[in-house]
């Protein structure tokens, strides 16, 4: 069973720091490239930022500097560093795996058709 659980979202003010937590079981994580999305209301999905399985990331140019991802190949948890947050900021946020990979990921995506693993979300939102 394919599980991707995502935790740490919550409300803080502007300029705060939350950091993002995505455990993940039920298939082959260490070889999985892994992302997180995000999505406002009205919007589209937006890419956030990935990370393949040599840990090498990329980031979606509205978070770059901000936010920093990072991967526990030990505990299968993938981690969203989230600092200096911004009302604009706030959106559902998802996390998303290329379960069932037959080959060793190795370059990084932020396209949502990349990923057929995903979780139910988590909820940031950030106040002026």
């Known amino acids: 069973q394919v599980q991707l659980m995502e935790s740490g979202g919550g409300s803080v003010q502007a300029g705060g720091s939350l950091r993002l937590s995505c455990a993940a079981s039920?298939?082959?994580?260490?070889?999985?490239?892994m992302g997180w999305f995000r999505q406002a209301p009205g919007k589209e999905r937006e890419g956030v930022a990935g990370?393949?399985?040599?840990?090498?990331?990329i980031y979606s140019g509205s978070v770059k500097g901000r936010f920093t991802l990072s991967r526990d190949n030990n505990q299968n948890i993938l981690y969203l560093r989230k600092n200096s947050l911004k009302p604009e900021d706030t959106a559902m946020h998802y996390c998303?795996?290329?379960?069932?990979?037959?080959?060793?990921?190795?370059?990084?995506?932020?396209?949502?058709?990349?990923?057929?693993?995903w979780g139910q979300g988590t909820q940031v939102t950030v106040s002026s």
């Open positions: 039920g298939f082959t994580y260490r070889r999985a490239c």
């Open positions: 990370v393949d399985a040599d840990s090498d990331t």
């Open positions: 998303a795996a290329t379960i069932d990979s037959l080959y060793w990921c190795s370059a990084t995506t932020l396209q949502s058709t990349s990923y057929n693993g």
